[in-house]
């Protein structure tokens, strides 16, 4: 598609984008690889947290002498430094997924993922380096920004790449590799655990260094986001990207339809949004009223409560703090094993998304999740407070608690841990996307640190802690309760439908009749794109020049 031709779009709202190609699962699978950072981290951690070696290492205390109860009690990380060791890296990532945003409208989607790997790989040589706290937060807080730069930018990456189609169950892929990272780390966790040197704690650390060198060097051979060269004004390489994306030649009528819905989109965005300066660029984010569906405000306060819901779930209070809790219920001998088994649980009911938010759509299964895990997490509180209390000493009570944790586990695991990710990667227009993903994924990470602080806290057992024990699982289904009553007023089902056509619903339908909404028209033909069509050339400013052209017409 050289200089000079002329593109043309369709009113057709089914041709708006190839048919699926093997070539895009293998793209975006290999993309959701990226989950493994976040996933590996969080389950490397509370691991580690637990290990004799690590707690000699970083508080200076003897092992205890097995037949001294007092001293086994005490012999564990202060709530303080667990708190800030799990903490410090979320910290971290709220300021890389924010700055990330900026960054992949500059130097693109694909190089900002690698460049987050490169940050990620400093904060890791200086956490397996570590022998004292210091040096750990240090690492810790630089590969957080690695993080953040990875986990924002590959769910933009992949909701820009993915077919409409299946782009929901390609993008739960991203979560189906963070449980996949959990579990991998929970078994090489198990496997270190009893070692009496260090590498106890800097094996599972070491082995990040694996993931960032897979992603990195994979995304040398994967091509650019094709919207990012049109947010650019790249048409040329926009083309070449798409048919790349798609496995079509770059002359196809569905490379040249596609292209086209995408650059009417983003005109007709470029006319609702104000292009000002910097400031105003994010200041953009929040435009129009929060209480109107289409608003810049509304879809970025959905996105930032997405992200915050997702994490008050209380899921990874399970993975970052599951071995401590277990262990102070008493009648587990080997909670090392139980976490693996809670890991296991989250991997195998994953992909199960895979089918059911491309058949029922992101807002049932929100809805439902939440549903599951209010009724899952009251049931361990009211077991925990009664029969299964440490002062009964009742193993088949703890044995109900642990079964309905992983039960709660598998509730989420096939709702809020998947479609939240595909949510924020589709409700946002081209013009604020990379910033409003950002924004979203800062949230999840802001609340993860909120989390990582306070949790050991409530369940710690020293002197001004609150020691809640298994009560701590009622709070968690009350804040289930508001996650479901947000879903059900705010979120909209975007199920099936391109990111275009996502604008166009929130536009014309509010959450809870967004499932009966069917697109009428393409942006191509609203914007004139079918009549008289735009040229293709080099300069970033042709095509607009040419949409103004017609509007005049």
Same mark, same amino acid.
């Given at each position: 598609m050289p200089g000079g031709v002329v593109l043309t779009g369709t009113a057709d709202t089914g041709r708006i984008e190839a048919p699926v190609t093997v070539k895009a699962y293998l793209m975006c699978a290999f993309a959701a690889f990226g989950g493994i950072f976040?996933?590996?981290?969080?389950?490397?951690?509370?691991?580690?947290? @637990?290990?004799?070696?690590?707690?000699?290492?970083?508080?200076?205390?003897?092992?205890?002498?097995? $037949?001294?109860?007092?001293?086994?009690?005490?012999?564990? !990380?202060?709530?303080?430094?667990?708190?800030?060791?799990?903490?410090?890296?979320?910290?971290?990532?709220?300021?890389?997924?924010?700055?990330?945003?900026?960054?992949?409208?500059?130097? @693109?989607?694909?190089m900002t993922i690698i460049t987050g790997c490169l940050v990620f790989s400093i904060g890791c040589i200086l956490e397996v380096a570590s022998t004292g706290l210091a040096v750990m937060v240090v690492g810790r807080l630089i590969a957080g920004a690695g993080v953040g730069f990875i986990s924002a930018i590959i769910i933009l990456y992949m909701s820009e790449i993915a077919p409409r189609k299946v782009r929901g169950a390609l993008v739960s892929g991203y979560q189906f590799c963070i449980t996949i990272g959990i579990l991998l780390a929970n078994c090489v966790v198990y496997a270190t655990q009893n070692r009496d040197d260090t590498g106890s704690y800097r094996i599972p650390i070491g082995v990040q260094f694996l993931w960032a060198l897979i992603l990195a060097s994979g995304l040398f051979f994967l091509p650019e986001s094709p919207r990012y060269f049109v947010k650019k004004g790249k048409l040329e390489r926009a083309a070449q990207a798409l048919a790349s994306v798609r496995g079509q030649p770059i002359d196809s009528e569905y490379i040249q339809d596609e292209l086209a819905e995408?650059?009417? $989109?983003?005109?007709?965005?470029?006319?609702?949004? *104000?292009?000002?300066?910097?400031?105003?660029?994010? %200041?953009n984010c929040f435009k129009g009223s929060v209480l109107k569906g289409n608003s810049n405000s509304r879809r #970025? %306060? =959905?996105?930032?409560?997405?992200?915050?819901? &997702?994490?008050? #779930? @209380?899921? $990874?209070?399970?993975?970052?703090?599951?071995t401590v809790f277990f262990q102070s219920l008493g009648t587990i001998s080997n909670p090392?094993?139980?976490?693996?088994? #809670?890991? !296991?649980?989250?991997?195998?009911?994953?992909?199960?998304?895979?089918?059911?938010?491309?058949?029922?759509g992101r807002r049932a299964i929100?809805?439902?999740?939440?549903?599951?895990?209010?009724?899952? &997490?009251?049931?361990?509180?009211?077991?925990? =407070? %009664?029969?299964?209390?440490?002062?009964?000493?009742?193993?088949? +009570?703890?044995?109900?608690m642990i079964a309905f944790i992983c039960i709660n586990i598998s509730f989420f695991a096939t709702t809020w841990g998947p479609a939240a990710w595909v949510v924020v990667g589709e409700i946002f227009p081209l013009p604020i996307r990379s910033r409003g993903v950002g924004l979203s994924t800062a949230s $999840?990470?802001?609340?993860?640190?909120?989390?990582?602080?306070?949790?050991?806290?409530? =369940?710690?057992?020293? *002197?001004?802690? +609150?020691?809640?024990?298994?009560? =701590?699982?009622?709070?968690?289904?009350?804040?289930?309760?508001?996650?479901?009553?947000f879903a059900y007023f705010l979120v909209p089902e975007t199920k099936g439908l391109s990111l275009e056509q996502v604008d166009k619903m929130m536009e014309e339908a509010n959450a809870r009749h967004s499932a009966k909404w069917v697109p009428h028209?393409?942006? +191509?033909?609203?914007?004139?794109?079918?009549e008289k069509g735009v040229v293709i050339g080099d300069e970033a400013d042709v095509h607009h020049a040419a949409f103004q052209e017609k509007s005049a017409v």
């Open positions: 976040f996933g590996y981290d969080t389950g490397w951690m509370g691991g580690v947290l @637990g290990m004799k070696f690590f707690i000699r290492q970083y508080t200076g205390l003897q092992y205890p002498d097995p $037949n001294d109860k007092a001293a086994v009690t005490a012999f564990h !990380l202060s709530a303080q430094d667990q708190s800030l060791t799990t903490s410090i890296l979320s910290a971290g990532t709220f300021f890389g997924a924010i700055i990330a945003g900026d960054v992949a409208d500059f130097i @693109g989607r694909r995408i650059l009417a $989109n983003h005109e007709y965005e470029m006319q609702v949004i *104000p292009q000002t300066n910097y400031i105003g660029g994010w %200041t #970025t %306060t =959905v996105g930032i409560l997405m992200q915050m819901m &997702q994490q008050l #779930t @209380g899921i $990874n209070f399970i993975f970052y703090f599951g090392f094993l139980i976490s693996l088994v #809670t890991s !296991l649980v989250n991997t195998c009911s994953t992909p199960l998304a895979f089918w059911t938010i491309e058949r029922f929100l809805i439902c999740g939440a549903i599951g895990m209010i009724v899952s &997490q009251f049931i361990v509180g009211i077991i925990g =407070v %009664t029969a299964g209390s440490p002062s009964n000493n009742n193993s088949a +009570a703890v044995s109900a $999840n990470w802001f609340w993860n640190c909120i989390i990582g602080v306070i949790t050991p806290y409530l =369940v710690g057992t020293a *002197p001004g802690d +609150a020691n809640m024990g298994a009560k =701590v699982f009622f709070m968690w289904g009350s804040l289930c309760c508001i996650s479901l009553t028209s393409t942006f +191509a033909q609203d914007m004139g794109l079918t």
